[in-house]
């Protein structure tokens, strides 16, 4: 499975983004995507995932409400609305895949990973 994540961009704070990731290589609707991010000097941490159907999601407590994840099984692509953005939203967002039929918070639960695309949010 590819993955290429796009999307990210300089945004102020208050302000949205929409990353998408487009997946390729194996049937997408099979899949399990999730989205993570890391900080400079900070860990990898869970943002949010979406099961195979689309039908059941899942965020971290520090986005919910202001993040949305959501698929296209026609397009391929998973994508991860972003409003009410702050300054420590600020990271390198890299989108995840595995084939497991329920949702996963952990690294280790995905099997396939993007190249990651910046999100800079100024104060």
């Known amino acids: 499975v590819q993955l290429q994540a796009s999307g990210g961009g300089l945004v102020q704070a208050g302000g949205s983004l929409r990353l998408s990731c487009a997946a390729s290589?194996?049937?997408?609707?099979?899949?399990?995507m999730g989205w993570f991010r890391q900080a400079p000097g900070k860990e990898r941490e869970f943002v949010a995932a979406i099961i195979w159907s689309g039908e059941s999601t899942y965020y971290a407590d520090s986005v919910k409400g202001r993040f949305t994840i959501t698929r296209d099984n026609a397009k391929n692509t998973v994508y991860l609305q972003m409003d009410s953005l702050k300054p420590e939203d600020t990271a390198v967002y890299y989108c995840?895949?595995?084939?497991?039929?329920?949702?996963?918070?952990?690294?280790?639960?995905?099997?396939?990973w993007g190249q990651g695309t910046l999100v800079t949010v100024s104060s």
């Open positions: 290589g194996r049937t997408f609707s099979s899949l399990g």
């Open positions: 995840a895949a595995h084939s497991r039929p329920f949702w996963a918070i952990f690294t280790t639960g995905y099997d396939y």
